[in-house]
C-alpha cells in the first residue's frame, strides 16, 4: 500500500482548510472546501411498523440493536410482512444511522451495511445516508467534528436528531481522487480491525463452549468433559451460593468521588462482559464499605435485557469500594473454594440471573435470589483449580486480542487527527 504521507502544517487558503498529513500526490491540491452533508447525499427515512406487521421470516428491518462496534450485527432480529406500506429498502454501502434512542449514548452511533444481507430496510428510529462517496462518508461520520454536532443537537434532554438539522451538519471535503485515498486507506484499518474483531468472538466462542463442557449442564451433577486424573472422583457437590459466600450490599460512594482518591469506586459499569475489572475507574477516599483481596464483586441492576446481571469479577487488592446496586461477595472461611473457580462458574450461568431479575425498564436482583444460586463443586480441590487454569489461560488470550484491537482503535484515531483538517479551529478562527 503506498500510502505515503506528507505532514504539512494547518493552514487556510482561499478554499478552505487543509490537514496535517496529506498524501505526497494532493500537497499542492489546495485547501478542502466546506460542504453540508446534503451536497454529499441523501437521507432514506426509516420505517413505521406495527406489532400486527412483524413476521418470523421477511423483510429484515435494522434497528440500533443491529449497530454493534460499527458493524452490522445480525443477533437480534425483527422481520415484516414484504409488502408492508411505506416501506424503503435499504441498500449495499448505505450508512445505517441511529437518530433516536432511549439511550443518547446511541445517537449518531452509524455502520456501513455490507453486500449479502437479507432483503432488508430500516426501522423509524433510524435513518440512512446513501451517497457516491459513501467509502469516504462513512469516514467522516467516524470523526470528532461528526459527534460533536450530534451532541450539539442533542441538548439536555432530547435524545434524537432532527433530518433537518442533521442535513445541513458541515465538514471539510477534498476534491474526488483525494477522498478516494483518506477513505481507502482508513478502510484497509477498519479492514485489519474486523479480522481481528473475527479472531477475538473465535476465541471467546472456544471458551464458551469449553464452558459448557468443563461445568455441569442443567440436570447433570457431573461434567460432560473431565479430566482424566479426576474422571473417578464422583458426583460433584452442590451448595448454595449463600452457604459458600457471606454477601454485603455497596454503599453510595459516588457522591464522593475526588481525584486521586485512595480507593477505586467499582460500579454498574465497572465489569466487562469477560467478568474482568475495566481500568480507568473513578475514585473515592471515603469508605462505606471495604473490600479486601480475592472478594467477589456482582451486578445486581442493569436495563431490562439483564445482559450483565450477576456478572462478577474478583478483587485484586484492598484498595476498592462498592458502589450502589453492586454486591460484594466473601467466601466464608470454613468453605474451600477456588476463587477464580467461583467467578467462572458464576459467570457461567447468566440464563439463571436473568431469569431471577425482576423489574420492567430495569433488571434487578434480590439478596435471596443471588444466596440460593446453586455452586456445583468438584469434591477434589485440585479439579476446581485445574478447570480454573484452563479457563484463564484463555482469559489471558482474550485480553492480549482485545488489546491488538484498541490499538489498532487508537492507531486509525490518531491518524485521522491529522488526515481530517480540525473543524473547530477554523470556525474559531473566523
Known amino acids: 500500500m503506498s500510502n505515503k504521507i506528507k505532514t504539512t502544517e494547518m493552514k487556510q487558503d482561499k478554499r478552505g482548510l487543509v490537514p ?83 439511550s443518547k449514548n446511541l445517537i449518531g452511533k452509524n455502520a456501513l451495511i455490507p453486500k449479502g444481507l437479507p ?27 461528526y459527534q460533536k454536532q450530534v451532541n450539539g443537537d442533542l441538548g439536555a434532554t432530547i435524545n434524537s436528531i432532527n433530518s433537518r438539522h442533521f442535513v445541513k451538519y458541515k465538514f471539510y471535503v477534498p476534491n474526488p481522487p483525494e477522498q478516494q485515498k483518506i477513505a481507502n486507506c482508513l478502510s484497509s484499518i477498519d479492514d485489519l480491525i474486523t479480522e481481528e474483531s473475527e479472531k477475538l468472538e473465535s476465541i471467546k466462542n472456544h471458551k464458551k463452549g469449553l464452558m459448557q463442557n468443563l461445568f455441569p449442564s442443567e440436570g447433570k451433577t457431573t461434567p460432560n468433559f473431565r479430566f482424566p486424573e479426576f474422571k473417578n472422583d464422583g458426583e460433584w457437590e452442590v451448595k448454595p451460593l449463600g452457604k459458600i459466600c457471606k454477601y454485603s450490599n455497596g454503599g453510595g460512594n459516588e457522591n464522593n468521588v475526588v481525584d486521586n482518591g485512595k480507593y477505586y469506586l467499582i460500579s454498574l459499569n465497572s465489569i466487562d462482559t469477560e467478568g474482568n475489572l475495566k481500568p480507568n475507574m473513578k ?73 431471577k431479575g425482576q423489574g420492567s425498564s430495569q433488571q434487578n436482583l434480590s439478596k435471596p435470589s443471588v444466596e440460593r444460586f446453586p455452586i456445583f463443586l468438584p469434591n477434589n480441590p485440585k479439579e476446581q483449580q485445574k478447570i480454573a487454569d484452563c479457563l484463564s489461560s484463555i482469559d489471558d488470550l482474550i485480553t492480549s486480542q482485545g488489546q491488538k484491537i484498541e490499538a489498532l482503535k487508537t492507531h486509525k484515531k490518531g491518524l485521522m487527527q491529522q488526515l481530517f483538517p480540525n473543524i473547530d479551529q477554523n470556525h474559531k478562527s473566523k
Open 20 to 102: 496535517k498529513l496529506r498524501f505526497p500526490e494532493f500537497k499542492d491540491a489546495g485547501g478542502w472546501e466546506e460542504k453540508e452533508l446534503q451536497d454529499l447525499g441523501d437521507l432514506v427515512s426509516g420505517l413505521t411498523y406495527s406489532p400486527d406487521d412483524v413476521r418470523e421470516n421477511g423483510l429484515l428491518v435494522l434497528r440500533s440493536s443491529n449497530i454493534k462496534d460499527g458493524l452490522i450485527s445480525l443477533e437480534d432480529t425483527v422481520y415484516v410482512d414484504q409488502n408492508v406500506k411505506g416501506v424503503n429498502l435499504s441498500k449495499p454501502n448505505d450508512i445505517l444511522i441511529c437518530v433516536r434512542n432511549g
Open 119 to 145: 432483503l432488508c430496510t430500516h426501522g423509524a428510529f433510524m435513518t440512512v445516508f446513501r451517497s457516491k462517496s459513501w467509502k469516504f462518508v462513512f469516514q467522516l461520520f467516524q470523526t470528532t467534528s
Open 283 to 355: 475514585r473515592v477516599n471515603h469508605i462505606d464499605n471495604s473490600l479486601i483481596k480475592n472478594d467477589l464483586v456482582m451486578v445486581l441492576s442493569d436495563v431490562a435485557y439483564g445482559n450483565f446481571l450477576g456478572l462478577s469479577a474478583i478483587i485484586p487488592n484492598n484498595n476498592y469500594v462498592l458502589n450502589q446496586r453492586m454486591a460484594g461477595l466473601r467466601v466464608r472461611s470454613n468453605q474451600n473454594i477456588n476463587i477464580e473457580y467461583l467467578r467462572l462458574f458464576i459467570n457461567n450461568n447468566q440464563k439463571y440471573f436473568k431469569q
